[in-house]
């Protein structure tokens, strides 16, 4: 009789553990090489598969989902033994969302908003690092991504009041 394909620990993990397979994005976060561009591409899929909602309705499920995404990330993290695994990437899913929920809907705007979150996420300014560093637990996890969020929209904002776009 077979037992089926011979996975990795973490693959296996992942896949039978609830709360590990939301905190990788569903399995994204296992996917080799920069899994947190993984995660960022899910949430622009889901951006463009989720109808438009009213600005203060995607915020506050997005401040829930922070929140949700705090515990989760945490007990995955206590459970892995390593506080910020690089294959989870809810907090990416949530942040990038967060981005694209101010970022007006085309193709164009898509991208710059992904391209610059993923900039402020992998460069992580000023006080961005020391969110990554300094505060423990899933509220470090999802803090620092919310954070490069912050500035990518900040820049999404600005980039929109030029003549140029």
């Known amino acids: 009789m077979a037992s089926g394909p011979v996975l ?3 693959t296996r993990q992942v896949l039978r553990d609830p709360v590990h397979w939301l905190a ?5 976060g296992l996917l080799p090489l920069a899994p947190g561009t993984w995660g960022s591409l ?3 899929g889901i951006f463009w598969l989720v109808p438009p909602l009213p600005l203060g309705v995607a915020l506050a499920a997005l401040a829930a989902a922070f ?3 705090c515990v989760i990330c945490d007990i995955s993290a206590r459970r892995l033994g390593v506080h910020d695994h690089g294959g989870i990437v ?3 899913i949530v942040a990038m969302l ?3 929920c101010i970022t007006p809907r085309t193709a164009g705007w898509t991208l710059t908003a992904f391209l610059l979150f993923r900039l402020f996420d992998v460069v992580k300014p000023w006080p961005i690092r020391e969110a990554d560093h300094r505060i423990p637990g899933g509220l470090g996890i999802m803090l620092d991504d919310v954070l490069a969020a912050v500035y990518a929209a900040l820049v ?3 980039a929109m009041l030029l003549p140029l776009f």
């Open 156 to 158: 999404v904002r600005g």
């Open 67 to 69: 929140v949700i995404g």
């Open 8 to 10: 990795p620990d973490l």
């Open 42 to 44: 899910l949430a622009v």
């Open 24 to 28: 990788f994005g569903l399995g994204a």
């Open 90 to 92: 809810l907090d990416e």
């Open 98 to 100: 967060l981005v694209l």
